[in-house]
C-alpha cells in the first residue's frame, strides 16, 4: 500500500465480503496520512456505504468496481466509487419501515458535498469530507 503520495486506489470484484477489505483498506491509508479519527471514521463509513451500493445495484459478472481515496494539505478527503453500471443512485426519501435504502440519505447527511459523474462506461459517485 502505497500512503506516500496523496491518493490510493483499488478496484475489487462486487461481491459483498469486499466490503469489510474497503473499510480496513481506507482505514489503514487514512491512518497513515495522519486524519483525525472523526474525519476517518465519517469517510470510511461514506465509502462503505457507497462501496455497499455499487456491489447491490451494479454487479456486472467479470466487472470490479473502483474506489479512490484522495487528500490534500488541508486534510480534504475526497471519495469515489466508480461502477460499470450506467444506473443513477437515486435518493430516497426516509422510509422508517423500510430494512434498506439509507445508504445516500447517510451520504447526504455525513458528506460536505458529493454529486454523481458520469463516465464513459458506468458512473462515479463522488463525495467531500472536510476536517
Given at each position: 500500500?502505497?500512503?506516500?503520495?496523496?491518493?490510493?486506489r483499488r478496484?475489487?470484484?462486487?461481491v459483498v465480503?469486499?466490503?469489510?477489505?474497503?473499510?480496513?483498506?481506507?482505514?489503514?491509508?487514512?491512518?497513515?496520512?495522519?486524519?483525525?479519527?472523526?474525519?476517518?471514521?465519517?469517510?470510511?463509513?461514506?465509502?462503505?456505504?457507497?462501496?455497499?451500493?455499487?456491489?447491490?445495484?451494479?454487479?456486472?459478472?467479470?466487472?470490479?468496481?473502483?474506489?479512490?481515496?484522495?487528500?490534500?494539505?488541508?486534510?480534504?478527503?475526497?471519495?469515489?466509487?466508480?461502477?460499470?453500471?450506467?444506473?443513477?443512485?437515486?435518493?430516497?426519501?426516509?422510509?422508517?419501515?423500510?430494512?434498506?435504502?439509507?445508504?445516500?440519505?447517510?451520504?447526504?447527511?455525513?458528506?460536505?458535498?458529493?454529486?454523481?459523474?458520469?463516465?464513459?462506461?458506468?458512473?462515479?459517485?463522488w463525495a467531500?469530507?472536510?476536517?
Amino acid at each position: 500500500m502505497n500512503t506516500e503520495s496523496n491518493s490510493w486506489r483499488r478496484s475489487f470484484m462486487p461481491v459483498v465480503e469486499n466490503i469489510p477489505e474497503v473499510r480496513l483498506g481506507a482505514r489503514l491509508v487514512l491512518a497513515a496520512w495522519a486524519v483525525p479519527a472523526d474525519v476517518s471514521e465519517t469517510a470510511v463509513l461514506i465509502l462503505s456505504e457507497l462501496a455497499a451500493n455499487a456491489v447491490r445495484h451494479a454487479r456486472i459478472p467479470g466487472r470490479t468496481f473502483d474506489v479512490t481515496l484522495t487528500h490534500d494539505d488541508q486534510k480534504t478527503i475526497e471519495i469515489e466509487v466508480g461502477d460499470g453500471s450506467p444506473h443513477l443512485p437515486v435518493l430516497k426519501p426516509y422510509d422508517p419501515e423500510a430494512t434498506s435504502g439509507r445508504g445516500l440519505l447517510l451520504v447526504e447527511a455525513l458528506a460536505d458535498t458529493w454529486e454523481v459523474r458520469h463516465r464513459e462506461f458506468g458512473k462515479t459517485v463522488w463525495a467531500r469530507v472536510l476536517a
